[in-house]
């Protein structure tokens, strides 16, 4: 079966540029595609920053910044759907937009008509089961889910799930890839919303929100009890200041049409000021908590 040497991912945020740097350190060469050009350039000095500490902390594969140039290539969006015809040699086309259904069903919906039959399409969603974009795609049988857990280099999981119409081949190739960059690959063919382990955080996550909404503790106090207990060196609040407040507005909002509006606001109520005043977590240097400014 054909291994993958050239991928593009469209989507040049804060979880976008983590696929990139991965797959650029394990030999794979990249197009990395964003409408907003600033993201594009962020993207790259990200990964350039951050080559050698993650070589010597044993996360990356060492890899010089002359290879990462030769390797990586930065596109707008525009430009990748109105070229896609002449870019056969892309084996696989990964979105990594933000978590909005229509976002996502708009985009994928364009990527599956410009490529050929060939090239697997595949999403990073976090919440959304992949028969909510399947039915919508032309050869849905080489499209799945590719979903990554940040912080990528430390996590090394990623979900490789089937809509009803996969290809089992496409699951076995997107497997393949997971193994050749370092990722170790769960498989799943039943769909389930925010997938295995996901599906278990949402639990703690909410249950974390909710004592603080009603007044029970802090997130400094939660994520003591938390990391004392089980050992862990994070908590519930730590964590979702590594996913991203903005990515963990999303995922409320979406969970709020599911199980309602009295369950969710209240927990959204305590996200969203941060989220306006551009405190999104780690990759911002504030969320719940304070991190000092570093590229990593």
């Known amino acids: 079966m054909q291994s993958f040497e050239t991928v593009a991912i469209v989507g040049a945020g804060w979880t976008g540029r983590q696929i990139a740097g991965q797959m650029l350190t394990h030999g794979l060469n990249v197009l990395l595609c964003d409408p907003n050009p600033p993201a594009l350039?962020?993207?790259?000095?990200?990964?350039?920053?951050?080559?050698?500490?993650?070589?010597?902390?044993?996360?990356?594969?060492?890899?010089?910044?002359?290879?990462?140039?030769?390797?990586?290539?930065?596109?707008?969006?525009p430009g990748l759907l109105a070229s896609s015809q002449k870019?056969?040699?892309?084996?696989?086309?990964?979105?990594s937009v933000p978590e909005q259904a229509a976002l996502k069903r708009r985009l994928?919906?364009?990527?599956?008509?410009?490529?050929?039959?060939?090239?697997?399409?595949?999403?990073?969603?976090?919440?959304?089961?992949?028969?909510?974009?399947?039915?919508?795609?032309?050869?849905?049988?080489?499209?799945?889910?590719?979903?990554f857990h940040v912080p990528i280099w430390k996590a090394t999981v990623v979900?490789?799930?089937?809509?009803?119409?996969?290809?089992?081949?496409?699951?076995?190739?997107?497997?393949?890839?997971?193994h050749k960059i370092g990722q170790t690959p769960i498989v799943q063919t039943v769909e389930n919303s925010g997938y295995i382990f996901n599906a278990m955080l949402k639990t703690v996550l909410q249950s974390a929100l909710q004592l603080h909404e009603r007044g029970i503790a802090d997130p400094a106090c939660i994520d003591l009890a938390w990391t004392k207990a089980t050992g862990m060196p994070v908590g519930p609040f730590g964590i979702m200041d590594q996913i991203g407040l903005d990515i963990m507005l999303q995922t409320m909002?979406?969970?709020?049409?599911?199980?309602?509006?009295?369950?969710?606001?209240?927990?959204?109520?305590?996200?969203?000021?941060?989220?306006?005043?551009?405190?999104?977590?780690?990759?911002?240097?504030?969320g719940f908590f304070s991190y000092p400014r570093q590229s990593h």
């Not at 050698?52 to 969006?77: D, H, K, N, V």
């Not at 927990?267 to 551009?278: D, F, I, K, Q, T």
């Open 159 to 178: 979900d490789v799930a089937a809509a009803p119409e996969t290809d089992p081949k496409t699951l076995e190739r997107l497997s393949q890839l997971a």
């Open 87 to 95: 870019l056969e040699n892309i084996e696989l086309v990964l979105e």
């Open 108 to 147: 994928l919906k364009q990527l599956s008509e410009a490529f050929p039959a060939e090239t697997i399409l595949a999403s990073n969603s976090s919440y959304f089961v992949p028969s909510t974009f399947s039915k919508h795609l032309r050869y849905p049988q080489r499209y799945a889910h590719f979903h």
């Open 41 to 77: 350039a962020a993207s790259k000095a990200w990964i350039l920053e951050n080559l050698q500490p993650f070589s010597t902390q044993g996360y990356w594969p060492s890899c010089t910044a002359e290879q990462i140039e030769s390797q990586l290539r930065l596109m707008e969006l």
């Open 253 to 286: 909002s979406n969970a709020r049409f599911v199980e309602g509006d009295h369950v969710w606001l209240p927990l959204m109520a305590l996200v969203e000021p941060l989220v306006a005043a551009g405190h999104l977590g780690v990759k911002t240097g504030q």
